[in-house]
Each structure stands twice: as C-alpha cells, then as structure tokens.
C-alpha cells in the first residue's frame, strides 16, 4: 500500500504525471501548517504499515520544508519515498543521500544562521552606540 500526502495541488494531475498507481493508493489532504506537527505526520505514517510514502504538491522549485518531509521519512522507518509536483518533477528519498549530503548541509545552515543573527546583532549595537555618541 502507498500514501500520498497531498499538501496543495490536484491528486490526479500528480498521479498522472508521475505515473502512479491509483488502485494501490491512498490519499490524505493536509494542509501545509501541520508539516510542523511532527506526531501527527508520522502517526498517519504510521497508521498501516506503507511501503511508499509520496507527498505532493504543485511544483516542488517553490515547495518548503523539504528536509523536514524526508526527516519525517527517516523517523517513520520509511525508505521508500519521493515528493512529487504536478509536473511530473521527483525528489526521491535515498538513505545514503539524506545522511551524507541533506543532513550536514541542514546542521551548515542552521550554523551559518545563527552566526549571522550574532553577527549583525553586535554590528547593530556597534552601529548604534557610534551613532549615538556623535
């Protein structure tokens, strides 16, 4: 049995141009706000044992939180899944490919985040303290 997780865009322009098999498919909506509810994606991952787990949406250029779906991949057991867009367009998940490329480039991120908010915080006080004592 295969899940598809339909965050915005039409279930059959998906399963069309993605060549899915509708018969051994099923179809949940969501809306995109509870891709941040991390329990009740993977309780519905969760709720029968699913071989693919598929999340759809419009066009994936312009998709969000793509790490987070294949983090919720990962956590749910899942090693067979992909997001697809309306257009025929895949992001398929690869264990090797989640461990050793998304996951460090999610931690390089989140770090160079966080320097830039400490960063520009000093230079503002700096800017701040030198604009005011003239």
Known sequence: MKLLIL???N????????SL??????????D???????GTIL???KVKKYEN???GTIELRFQRFQT???????LAGIWKGALLDEYGKSNKFSLAKFIFKE?????????LSGLLVIIYHQRVYYLRWKYRSN
């Open 68 to 74: 987070f779906m294949k983090i919720y991949l990962f």
């Open 103 to 111: 996951i460090p480039l999610f931690f390089l991120e989140i770090i």
């Open 43 to 45: 309780r519905l991952m």
């Open 53 to 55: 787990v598929y999340f």
């Open 7 to 9: 965050l915005i865009g």
């Open 32 to 38: 995109e706000k509870v891709l941040s509810k991390p």
């Open 11 to 18: 279930a059959d322009k998906i399963i069309r141009a993605n």
């Open 21 to 30: 098999d509708e018969s051994d498919l099923e179809i949940v909506k969501l």
